[in-house]
């Protein structure tokens, strides 16, 4: 003998203990860099008809159908997308994505290439792995200059070339363009995506310094005093970016749902090639925080632990009522 109450109290377990799972992962990455939290959807199960619904007639009215519903189960677990708070940190190597952009990072050799959709090797390049994206913009260095995550991926961006653009150490600041480079000042080499690198010299002149720019353009100031522009970060956005995989890491992957990855066109691009005010800008010196509010989680794990507790207390209440009958053949 069995009693569907019982087993549609086993479903709100089941539900609510999800739910458990989800909160207790966003109460624990309440200080992951640029996490974003997560909330459990339930919906209703199948309904088991005692009795049909009838229409009316000349003599009655209709009655409606007589259901008896089965339990609960998870509908969906969704990425609350929300930006979270910007941290001024002041270290020049944190970025913060202000926007809808991820950051392009690959695993591979240092003169690997994919191209500008941000997930192909281009032609005749050796080939580059792993490509994820990320929103942690806690940069490094290595002993090579190499631009990377904290993990050591590798950070893609635009190469600059055409000789680079400086400028002059007057005030104010007026390009000078170096032999080769068009009327526009430094161009990105276009469809491909390279790993970064803020090598310690360029030519003679030793890199005093370096900064970070909002559209990503990372420009070197010299021993010399000139200033050089030497890479561009790359961006990518989703059509679905709730439908992107977690990895870990603090890395995202594509999905058969979230869509291709749309890539930021390059520094120098025009007319139609150029999407770049669609992207977030890049905040140097600044990290951003996970949007966990904590005040939230702790209410929903109150209520998903009463929950939890009711659907349990249907189970005791179907063996009491089983003990019951089985009582009566004493």
């Not at 990072?105 to 690997?112: A, L, R, Y």
């Given at each position: 003998m069995a009693l569907r109450s019982m087993y549609t109290g086993i479903s709100?377990?089941?539900?609510?203990?999800?739910?458990?799972?989800?909160?207790?992962?966003?109460?624990?990455?309440?200080?992951?860099?640029?996490?974003k939290a997560s909330r459990t959807a339930f919906s209703d199960m199948l309904y088991q008809n005692s009795g049909e619904a009838t229409s009316p007639t000349s003599n009655k009215g209709g009655t409606n159908a007589k259901q008896v519903g089965l339990g609960a189960s998870v509908s969906s677990i969704n990425k609350m997308m929300g930006q979270g708070n910007k941290l001024a940190t002041g270290r020049k190597l944190d970025v913060c994505v202000d926007g809808e952009g991820y950051l392009i990072?690959?695993?591979?050799?240092?003169?690997?290439k994919i191209d500008s959709t941000g997930n192909k090797v281009a032609s005749g390049s050796p080939a580059m792995s792993s490509v994820s994206y990320t929103?942690?913009?806690?940069l490094t260095l290595d002993k090579d200059?190499?631009?990377?995550?904290?993990?050591?991926?590798?950070?893609?961006?635009?190469?600059?070339?055409?000789g680079l653009i400086t400028y002059?150490?007057?005030?104010?600041?007026?390009?000078?363009i170096v032999t080769g480079a068009p009327a526009d000042g430094a161009v990105a080499v276009a469809n491909a995506l390279v790993p970064l690198v803020i090598p310690a010299s360029i030519g003679a002149d030793k890199i005093k310094d370096f900064n970070i720019g909002s559209d990503g353009v990372i420009t070197a100031n010299l021993s010399g005093g000139s200033r050089v522009a030497i890479g561009q970060i790359a961006m990518a956005s989703f059509t679905n970016p709730e439908g992107l995989t977690a990895i870990g890491g603090n890395m995202l992957s594509e999905s058969t749902n979230s869509g291709s990855a749309l890539v930021k066109s390059q520094l120098g691009a025009t007319g139609t090639a150029d999407n770049s005010k669609a992207f977030g800008s890049i905040n140097s010196?600044?990290?951003?925080?996970?949007?966990?509010?904590?005040?939230?989680?702790?209410?929903?794990?109150?209520?998903?632990?009463r929950s939890f507790q009711a659907s349990s207390k249907l189970i005791s209440?179907?063996?009491?009522?089983?003990?019951?009958?089985?009582?009566?053949i004493r």
């Open positions: 709100g377990m089941k539900a609510n203990q999800t739910k458990l799972d989800v909160v207790a992962n966003n109460i624990a990455n309440e200080s992951t860099t640029a996490f990072v690959c695993n591979g050799p240092v003169n690997g929103r942690d913009g806690n200059g190499n631009l990377l995550t904290t993990d050591g991926q590798r950070v893609m961006g635009y190469q600059i070339t055409n002059s150490t007057t005030t104010p600041i007026t390009p000078i010196g600044t990290l951003e925080a996970s949007n966990v509010d904590l005040t939230e989680q702790f209410t929903e794990l109150i209520t998903a632990t209440n179907g063996d009491e009522i089983l003990q019951t009958i089985t009582g009566l």
